[in-house]
């Protein structure tokens, strides 16, 4: 099992990110373990959410953004010319930090991914729909109302919703972008579960701007500042004992 | 100088506002009112059934209605599609940039032609250079013409207002772009897209002087795309300048409001089971 825990899913050489000229990631190298949660800290505009997109190749669709370096997602580099994009976007779901319900059902949008990627069969769709909501820990509060407007849920389970229509895609990669940032105490603690039970089956990467909930709900954390990885390790170490001293003064809440 | 209390300047506010709401409405409701008081009792089932007699002395305005309808849904039939796809193209598929700019920048002075540069234009162009006569076809691509940039500028919009947010869920789940527009974007956008054809299919139907230079003034039913026809906006302008007859043009005229008044009708109703579907 240790073994298999090291097997690095995603491994990121000599990531340089520019946006018009200003460099928001620096150099980059860093990978993420099967089965694991690797955290990533840091305060506002250390590139954490840049990062994120460049994993699913997110930032593709906005203006400006240069990118050299590799990612190699299961060995094959990311940016090669012919990488399906959408096809990699199933395999690194991402959750967005403000919950974007579809304008449809909750049943449309978790259908939605899976019909995009070929599963027509009625039977193996509704099966997704209810894996993907348990995973999600959402099933007991929306199984007898599927077919309502996905919109009429709170935030909170709107959130779980668009985790479980990421698990429908049973992607490789979870990515989440500060996921928690709109949620109340109990809904945090509800995904925070739910990741917990995900990390058998997904490698996850969260972004989060609560450095308690990196301690609690992850496995490793890297420390970003300024667009460069300062300090990476087992979350355990990194909270008791940094090496770093920018690290440690994060941590203390001295700046960021 | 003492100040004027706010709980005053409010009051006149409020009342210069509702007063001049209702100047409005009221000149709407006088036109509407006059012409169709004028034109009502001139409507009957004959009217609307039969070919006009004596130059539109007589009879009814059936072949002008028929006219209107070929020449207007024809219209709308070409622009629409090329109008819209152009919009999805400026949304979704390109980067505003000098290319974006032009086709926008050019679509906005097209809009602001006269129409009688349209009905020159199809006139030497349509009518006379592809040789295609004053016809239910020149009427149509003139109008199409004319139509374009509003059906562009309302789709535009209209495909603007889905939040960008829809779209990155969309990406993120694993679609292309064509995906994303086609089940998201477009569904979310269609009720604006269709109020700007409606919008574009009255103003085909009421234009009067570039159908008068492109699809002519016969008065005989027209049988093919390339048989000339009179619109019934033509038809009122002719019976009252000729003074042929008063009583037909105000009820030809009111035909024309009704319809128009029908389409806006059945446009709204449209757009709420579009709504009401999607909320």
Redesign the interface.
């Known amino acids: 099992m240790a073994a298999e825990e090291n097997t690095p899913i995603i491994e990121i050489q000599n990531l340089t990110v520019t946006h018009f000229e200003k460099v928001i990631l620096d150099n980059l190298s860093l990978s993420v373990h099967k089965n694991e949660r690797l955290a990533i800290i840091g305060p506002a505009n250390s590139g954490k959410t840049t990062f994120l997109r460049c994993l699913?190749r997110?930032n593709d669709?906005s203006?400006g953004f240069k990118v050299t370096g590799k990612i190699l997602l299961n060995g094959r580099n990311i940016f090669h010319p012919a990488t399906d994009t959408?096809?990699l976007?199933?395999k690194v779901?991402?959750v967005?930090a403000?919950p974007?319900p579809?304008?449809?059902s909750i049943y449309e949008n978790l259908v939605?991914?899976p019909k995009?990627?070929g599963i027509k069969n009625k039977n193996r769709l509704d099966e997704l729909v209810e894996n993907s909501l348990k995973a999600a820990f959402l099933w007991d509060e929306v199984k007898d109302r599927l077919h309502m407007?996905a919109r009429n849920l709170s935030g909170g389970q709107q959130q779980r919703l668009?985790v479980a229509?990421?698990l429908a895609?049973e992607p490789e990669v979870l990515v989440l972008d500060e996921p928690c940032s709109a949620l109340d105490p109990i809904s945090t603690a509800k995904i925070e579960d739910a990741l917990f039970e995900l990390k058998s089956r997904h490698a996850i990467v969260l972004v989060t701007n609560n450095t308690k909930q990196a301690a609690r709900a992850s496995d490793r954390t890297a420390f970003f500042l300024m667009g460069q990885l300062i300090e990476m390790g087992d979350t355990g170490r990194i909270f008791t004992n940094p090496v770093d001293k920018r690290t440690n003064d994060y941590l203390i809440g001295a700046f960021g | 100088m003492k100040r004027i209390p706010p709980a005053v300047t409010q009051a006149i506010a409020v009342t210069c506002l509702w007063a001049f709401t209702l100047v409005t409405l009221a000149i709407l409701l006088f036109i509407i009112v006059y012409i169709l008081i004028q034109g009502l009792p001139g409507i009957s089932w004959e009217f609307l059934t039969q070919a006009p007699e004596s130059m539109g002395r007589r009879g009814g305005i059936f072949p002008m209605i028929v006219g209107t309808f070929m020449v207007a849904g024809l219209a709308v039939l070409i622009a629409a599609p090329i109008g819209i796809a152009t919009a999805i193209y400026l949304t979704e598929y390109t980067?505003e940039g000098k290319f974006t700019f032009i086709v926008r920048f050019g679509a906005d002075c097209l809009a602001g032609i006269p129409s009688i540069i349209y009905g020159l234009f199809g006139f030497v162009f349509f009518a006379i250079a592809l040789g295609m006569g004053l016809s239910v076809v020149s009427g149509a691509l003139t109008l199409a013409l004319m139509i374009l940039p509003t059906i562009v500028r309302t789709a535009e919009e209209a495909i603007r207002a889905v939040?960008a947010?829809?779209?990155?869920?969309?990406?993120?789940?694993?679609?292309?772009r064509w995906?994303m527009v086609t089940?998201?974007v477009l569904p979310?956008a269609l009720p604006g897209i269709c109020t700007g054809v409606v919008l574009s299919l009255g103003r085909s139907i009421s234009e009067t002087a570039a159908v008068m230079l492109t699809a002519g003034s016969a008065l005989r039913m027209p049988h093919s795309l390339s048989d000339s026809t009179r619109t019934l906006a033509l038809h009122f302008y002719i019976l009252s300048r000729e003074g042929l007859s008063m009583d037909k043009a105000y009820a030809t005229a009111s035909v024309l409001i009704l319809l128009i008044l029908a389409l806006n009708l059945f446009a709204y109703w449209l757009m709420r089971q579009v709504t009401r579907r999607?909320?």
Do not use: D, H, I, K
């Open positions: 699913n997110l669709l203006q959408a096809q976007r199933r779901g991402m967005y403000v974007v579809l304008p449809w939605y991914g995009l990627a407007a668009c229509r990421v895609l | 980067r939040p947010a829809y779209r990155e869920a969309s990406y993120g789940l694993g679609s292309t995906q089940r998201v979310l999607m909320g």
